[in-house]
């Protein structure tokens, strides 16, 4: 529960915020989450594919 709170606590705040890749014409691609920054670089993490943008060409491995 004591983690819940925290991540509850750093959206609040705004130090976690929710991210989302689109293209244009192809929609949302990938999300993910920012975690932090470095002087203005925002670090992302958490990055997923999602399932509508997995037989993209860009996104096909």
Known sequence: ???LEEEATRVADGRRISVLAEA???GALASGWRC???D???EIAGV???PSAG???SARR
């Open 55 to 57: 037989s993209a060409g």
């Open 40 to 42: 203005d670089v925002a």
């Open 24 to 26: 244009p014409g192809e």
């Open 1 to 3: 529960m004591a983690a």
């Open 48 to 50: 997923a594919t999602l």
């Open 36 to 38: 932090g920054w470095v």
